[in-house]
């Protein structure tokens, strides 16, 4: 796997608002919001039904907990494989949450990077003018295909059905890098590790990513319309 600069990536500024929602600050002096702002705007009644209903059945502290838990988790996981990329040291670290999150990088580098020949840059800010922005985690080469890369972290292994948010944010990236890059990317791969070292894969092209890519701007245009 080779880390080549063919894209000429640059920061983008992230701001947050009063009520604590996700923005970006473009060269242009507008702000946009995240992908994630408008994806959590735009949740459907039954999603945030079910999610009430987890944090009522297991109680609001113990439900904070295990957010707060996977939230420290995916991070040391991300910049784990953030190093990895760029071939910076990594190291395993002293407690629990350190090791787990180096454990589960670990199964991503064995198991998803095997496909991935060539990688253009990690942590990517990618915006789609006057409408949002975000940062993807990977770009490269993907069983011989320009993707977009996504690494998460599970509590537990997913079923393809509960990731059509993850399949949203993929297809936001990929359109905003097309129209910054005048590339054609319509491929997405997420790369999942779950806290008991279960690799999972799931990919969206064609005519699958055509239709998911529509959701997202749907969702795009609700967001605006509210």
Same mark, same amino acid.
């Given at each position: 796997?080779?880390?080549?600069?063919?894209?000429?990536?640059?920061?983008?500024?992230?701001?947050?608002?009063?009520?604590r929602k996700r923005h970006y600050k473009?060269?242009?002096?507008?702000?946009?919001p995240s992908v994630t702002t408008i994806?959590?705007?735009?949740?459907?009644?039954?999603?945030?039904?079910?999610?009430?209903?987890?944090?009522?059945?297991?109680?609001?502290?113990?439900?904070?907990?295990?957010?707060?838990?996977?939230?420290?988790?995916?991070?040391?996981?991300?910049?784990?494989?953030?190093?990895?990329?760029?071939?910076?040291?990594?190291?395993?670290?002293?407690?629990?949450?350190?090791?787990?999150?180096?454990?589960?990088?670990? /199964? =991503?580098?064995? &198991?998803? !990077?095997?496909?991935?020949? #060539?990688?253009?840059?990690?942590?990517? +800010?990618? @915006?789609?003018?006057?409408?949002?922005?975000?940062?993807?985690?990977?770009?490269?080469?993907?069983?011989?295909?320009?993707?977009?890369?996504?690494?998460?972290?599970?509590?537990?292994?997913?079923?393809?059905?509960?990731?059509?948010?993850?399949?949203?944010?993929?297809?936001?990236?990929?359109?905003?890098?097309?129209?910054?890059?005048?590339?054609?990317?319509?491929?997405?791969?997420?790369?999942?590790?779950?806290?008991?070292?279960?690799?999972?894969?799931? /990919? =969206?092209?064609? &005519?699958? !990513?055509?239709?998911?890519? #529509?959701?997202?701007?749907?969702?795009? +245009?609700? @967001?605006?319309?509210?």
């Open positions: 796997m080779l880390l080549l600069e063919k894209y000429e990536y640059s920061p983008i500024d992230r701001v947050t608002t009063i009520d473009l060269p242009d002096g507008s702000s946009v994806l959590d705007a735009t949740k459907s009644k039954e999603k945030r039904e079910a999610l009430a209903n987890w944090r009522k059945r297991v109680g609001t502290e113990q439900a904070q907990q295990i957010s707060t838990e996977a939230a420290n988790v995916g991070t040391l996981m991300h910049k784990n494989l953030e190093l990895y990329i760029n071939s910076d040291e990594r190291k395993v670290g002293s407690n629990q949450i350190h090791q787990q999150a180096y454990n589960m990088s670990n /199964v =991503i580098i064995a &198991e998803g !990077f095997r496909q991935v020949t #060539e990688i253009y840059g990690t942590e990517i +800010a990618l @915006y789609f003018s006057g409408l949002y922005a975000g940062t993807t985690d990977c770009i490269g080469l993907w069983n011989g295909k320009l993707a977009i890369l996504d690494f998460k972290q599970t509590n537990k292994p997913k079923k393809r059905e509960w990731v059509d948010d993850y399949f949203c944010q993929l297809t936001a990236y990929a359109q905003a890098h097309n129209e910054m890059f005048d590339t054609t990317i319509n491929t997405g791969v997420i790369l999942m590790c779950s806290r008991d070292l279960t690799y999972q894969e799931f /990919v =969206i092209e064609g &005519e699958e !990513f055509d239709a998911m890519a #529509e959701s997202w701007n749907n969702k795009v +245009a609700q @967001y605006y319309n509210v």
